[in-house]
C-alpha cells in the first residue's frame, strides 16, 4: 500500500503564498508511474479538483487555481508539490494530494488509488 503525507498548511493573510508538499512511500508503489493530483474541501462542501500533474510533468489546473498554483514533482524523492500564491479567502480548505495511475483531469476524485489525509489551508482576510 502507499502512503501519501501532506504537509506545508497554515494560517496565511490573503494575497500571501503557502508552498504544499506531499511525500510518497510505500514497497509496491512506484512514484513515477503515477500521476498526481491536489484536491481541497471546505466544510460543507463536495471534495473538487485542483491541479495535476502527469508522469512526465504535463499539468493541469482547475480554473480557479490557474494562473496562482503551480504543481510540480521530484521523482527523486517521491514528492509533489503544490505552490501556492495570491491566496483568497475562498482558498481556505483542507488540502489533499493523491495518486492516480492515468492523468486525466476529467477523472473524479474517486478515480484516484491513493489519498494523504490531508492539510489545512486557512486565508484570512
Known amino acids: 500500500q502507499a502512503q501519501l503525507v501532506e504537509s506545508g498548511g497554515g494560517l496565511v493573510q490573503a494575497g500571501g503564498s503557502l508552498r504544499l508538499s506531499c511525500a510518497a512511500s510505500g514497497r509496491a508503489f512506484v512514484f513515477s508511474n503515477y500521476a498526481m493530483g491536489w484536491f481541497r474541501q471546505a466544510p460543507g462542501k463536495e471534495r473538487e479538483f485542483v491541479a495535476a500533474?502527469?508522469?512526465?510533468?504535463?499539468?493541469a489546473y482547475a480554473d480557479s487555481a490557474k494562473g496562482r498554483f503551480t504543481i510540480s514533482r521530484n521523482n527523486a524523492v517521491n514528492t509533489v508539490y503544490l505552490q501556492m500564491s495570491r491566496l483568497k479567502p475562498e482558498d481556505t480548505a483542507v488540502y489533499y494530494c493523491?495518486?492516480?495511475?492515468?492523468?486525466?483531469?476529467?477523472?473524479?476524485?474517486?478515480?484516484?488509488?491513493?489519498w494523504g489525509q490531508g492539510t489545512q489551508v486557512t486565508v484570512s482576510s
Open positions: 500533474i502527469s508522469r512526465i510533468d504535463s499539468t
Open positions: 493523491a495518486a492516480d495511475p492515468i492523468f486525466n483531469p476529467k477523472r473524479p476524485a474517486s478515480a484516484y488509488d491513493y
